[in-house]
């Protein structure tokens, strides 16, 4: 079952934070985050895994929980390389294969 | 090393007709997923394969098939072509055929269906 992530769309000056979020209603074994820039293919951020520790690289961090069975994807003092479009993708164990959400497009301006 | 290549990269076909898309992956790789991409649907899983098995399908009509190489180069193919499926198509490939195994992106193939 698709991931519901949210907000749908969001547009931030430079500096500003976001929080984008993924939510599942089936329990979750890992959440992966993608990034894909406009005309361009989706690139891996990070996997979070069950059990795991937060994952951060630089100003772009992302948790898990697993009792609510939702990730959230932290973007802080955005760039402008930051605009895209970001794409959670959700793994039940034993499924074996990733089910991506809808995407959530972050436009960022000067 | 390349990265995943798919052919073509612009198709415009009309109803009824039928499309074969080409995704060549990453050397190496064993594993090759695709997707279907449309405006505010996000990527639709397709179909993945792995040593020329397919694992895993997603919820598409039977006029969407797949198959894969040995040297692991995987093709897609659409039948009876209607307007819906029109989209970007995106293969990725990884090493495993672990859902935890890092996928990487082609550039998609855009197809038109007039």
């Known amino acids: 079952q698709q991931p519901v992530q949210s907000p749908q769309a969001v547009i931030l000056r430079e500096g500003e934070d976001a929080v984008i979020n993924c939510s599942s209603s089936?329990?979750?074994?890992?959440v992966h985050w993608y990034r894909q820039k406009h005309g361009e293919a989706p690139v891996f951020l990070m996997i979070l895994l069950k059990g795991g520790e937060q994952k951060g690289h630089e100003k772009i961090s992302a948790s898990f929980n697993e009792k609510k069975q939702q990730s959230s994807l932290y973007l802080t003092a955005s760039q402008l390389s930051y605009s895209g479009t970001y794409f959670c993708?959700?793994?039940?164990?034993?499924?074996?294969?990733?089910?991506f959400g809808q995407g959530t497009r972050l436009t960022i301006n000067p | 090393k390349a990265g995943v290549t798919q052919t073509p990269r612009y198709l415009i076909k009309t109803r009824g007709q039928q499309v074969t898309l080409s995704c060549s992956p990453i050397?190496?790789?064993?594993?090759v997923s695709w997707y279907q991409q449309t405006p505010g649907q996000g990527l639709q899983f397709l179909f993945e394969y792995f040593s020329e098995t397919q694992r895993n399908k997603g919820n598409f009509p039977g006029r969407f098939s797949g198959r894969q190489f040995s040297n692991s180069r995987s093709e897609m193919n659409v039948s009876t072509l209607e307007l819906g499926d029109s989209a970007l198509y995106l293969c990725a490939s990884s090493l495993g055929q672990s859902a935890l195994d890092t996928q990487y992106f082609g550039p998609g193939t855009r197809l038109t269906v007039l």
């Open positions: 089936k329990a979750l074994y890992s």
């Open positions: 993708g959700t793994d039940g164990q034993g499924a074996q294969k990733l089910v």
């Open positions: 050397s190496g790789h064993r594993s």
